[in-house]
């Protein structure tokens, strides 16, 4: 686990009002920031999609949820079957909640996509749990993969990493991973036509709006 240094987002994180915010409105013990949002503040730069991790009792989970959507002018939708139900809030920011379960956070930070968005910020005050090097790689610029095994069960990653890449002034996507990706690109004519549409068009969209 890669420790905090010297110019990190930690400041940062523990004052952001949004993050604040969100902590007061859950009302939980233990809760989690992790995604982009932390990747976001790493690179001092502003996000509006919260990825939350959270664990407690289902239904104090599920009144803090409410709480948080009521916070932020929207309603909370529960979205899938449990153990991979997700809480989706679509108001001024863009929220998901999801149950720990049986995972630690350091196991949660494994199971993602790319090291960028593998790091935890624990509400409010910290730590920052970063186990694969996430913060190393925004300073080299590059988009990594967790792990094989991470883009094989989502075959969607494998357009995600350019995307996040062609979003970031100066990043590219890591060798090794650009190999994984033209490896097991023939897999994503079996993912959901809907999320692989959404994710072309997000891309096309990056590149319209470069000058």
Same mark, same amino acid.
């Given at each position: 686990?890669?420790?905090?240094?010297?110019?990190?987002?930690?400041?940062?994180?523990?004052?952001?009002?949004?993050?604040?915010?969100?902590?007061?409105?859950?009302?939980?013990?233990?809760?989690?920031?992790?995604?982009?949002?932390?990747?976001?503040?790493?690179?001092?730069?502003?996000?509006?999609?919260?990825?939350?991790?959270?664990?407690?009792?289902?239904?104090?989970?599920?009144?803090?949820?409410?709480?948080?959507?009521?916070?932020?002018?929207?309603?909370?939708?529960?979205?899938?079957?449990?153990?991979?139900?997700?809480?989706?809030?679509?108001?001024?920011?863009?929220?998901?909640?999801?149950?720990?379960?049986?995972?630690?956070?350091?196991?949660?930070?494994?199971?993602?996509?790319?090291?960028?968005?593998?790091?935890?910020?624990?509400?409010?005050?910290?730590?920052?749990?970063?186990?694969?090097?996430?913060?190393?790689?925004?300073?080299?610029?590059?988009?990594?993969?967790?792990?094989?095994?991470?883009?094989?069960?989502?075959?969607?990653?494998? *357009?995600?990493?350019?995307?996040? +890449? =062609?979003?970031?002034?100066?990043?590219?996507? !890591?060798?090794? /991973? $650009?190999? &994984? #990706?033209?490896? *097991?690109?023939?897999?994503?004519? +079996? =993912?959901?036509?809907?999320?692989?549409?959404? !994710?072309?068009? /997000? $891309?096309? &969209? #990056?590149?319209?709006?470069?000058?």
């Amino acid at each position: 686990m890669a420790t905090v240094r010297p110019g990190d987002p930690t400041a940062r994180l523990q004052a952001d009002p949004q993050l604040l915010s969100a902590w007061d409105a859950l009302g939980l013990n233990d809760a989690w920031v992790a995604g982009g949002w932390i990747r976001d503040a790493v690179l001092g730069r502003p996000s509006r999609d919260l990825d939350l991790v959270v664990r407690g009792d289902p239904d104090l989970v599920t009144s803090g949820v409410r709480r948080l959507a009521s916070a932020l002018g929207a309603r909370a939708h529960l979205v899938g079957k449990p153990p991979r139900a997700v809480w989706r809030i679509d108001g001024t920011v863009k929220a998901e909640i999801w149950p720990l379960g049986d995972l630690n956070p350091e196991a949660d930070a494994r199971r993602r996509d790319f090291t960028l968005n593998a790091m935890l910020w624990r509400l409010p005050d910290g730590p920052l749990l970063d186990p694969t090097g996430g913060q190393g790689d925004c300073a080299r610029g590059v988009v990594r993969a967790v792990s094989r095994r991470n883009l094989e069960e989502d075959p969607v990653r494998l *357009l995600r990493g350019p995307r996040i +890449a =062609a979003a970031l002034p100066g990043f590219i996507v !890591e060798e090794g /991973t $650009l190999d &994984l #990706i033209l490896d *097991l690109a023939p897999t994503l004519s +079996a =993912a959901p036509r809907e999320r692989v549409g959404s !994710e072309l068009l /997000t $891309l096309s &969209l #990056i590149h319209i709006s470069e000058p």
